[in-house]
């Protein structure tokens, strides 16, 4: 197969908390000396895609803010296109707070004057956030989450919870699902990051550590698929698996084998 495209997960692909994953050098290198247009796509919402480029410039990788989208840009893209005047309450980072501020989104810290609540990864996230996100929902008209992930990996191999665990503690209380989840595998994501890519799906493929995001994000899109075993999915893991990847590769560094053809 001749790929022209590769859409590229961070958290647990290239990177666990603040070190790079090993062989992610080596399999970015080899996209690149491909030929590749590389896109990093990450559910990970705290960071803009600049302060993404900063975090891999630190970690040796030279990496333009505009090849990387994440799923705090993707939910600042959404809220400014359909939101823009509305009242919008937050549960989540200071990240993804200044990306809202960048999109001249209008904020609320009154939850009772919510129209859109937002819940998101945050690390302070406390009971009075789950309380004020309880408020929130009582009026709010519209519910949104920036993305599906309920646990993340770092470092240590161990896996932490993510913003899908705030969003569905937020909702559980209020009895009440989100009207949307971007990030992966969302269209609104997808379809950012296509238009982005520029290329066919089928000439492009995707690969990350997450069968529920990653793996159903490419397959959406009718693009190969390859999941990598140095983030949040273990060997232990593959027999269950759904949906399943074309390939299976223990770290990015394997990725040459999928171009090749030789897995």
């Given at each position: 197969m001749d790929y022209r495209g590769a859409l590229v997960d961070l958290d647990g692909t290239v990177y666990r908390g603040g070190e790079l994953v090993p062989g992610a050098l080596d399999g970015?290198?080899?996209?690149?000396?491909r030929g590749l247009d590389v896109l990093?796509?990450?559910n990970n919402p705290t960071r803009s895609p600049a302060a993404y480029a900063d975090r891999l410039a630190a970690l040796g990788l030279d990496v333009a803010p505009d090849r990387i989208l994440s799923a705090g840009a993707v939910t600042a893209t959404y809220l400014a296109e359909n939101h823009a005047e509305d009242r919008v309450f937050v549960i989540g980072s200071d990240g993804l707070r200044a990306q809202f501020r960048e999109r001249d989104l209008h904020m609320t810290?009154?939850?009772e004057r919510a129209d859109v609540v937002v819940t998101s990864h945050d690390f302070g996230f406390d009971y009075d956030d789950l309380t004020a996100g309880l408020w929130a929902l009582r009026e709010a008209e519209t519910f949104v989450g920036t993305d599906p992930d309920l646990t993340y990996p770092d470092a240590d191999g161990r896996d932490f919870p993510g913003s899908?665990?705030?969003t569905r503690a937020v909702?559980?209380?209020a009895r009440r699902e989100p009207d949307h989840v971007f990030g992966k595998p969302s269209l609104e994501t997808?379809?950012?990051a296509l238009a982005r890519i520029d290329h066919a799906p089928s000439e492009c493929f995707v690969v990350g550590d997450?069968?529920?995001t990653d793996v159903a994000f490419g397959e959406r899109a009718g693009m190969t698929t390859a999941l990598v075993l140095s983030g949040s999915t273990r060997e232990s893991d593959l027999g269950a698996l759904s949906p399943r990847?074309?390939?299976v590769l223990d770290d990015l560094s394997d990725v040459e084998q999928v171009l090749d053809g030789t897995v």
């Open positions: 970015l290198d080899t996209l690149r000396e990093f796509v990450t810290e009154d939850p899908g665990a705030i909702g559980g209380v997808l379809d950012l997450r069968p529920d990847p074309d390939y």
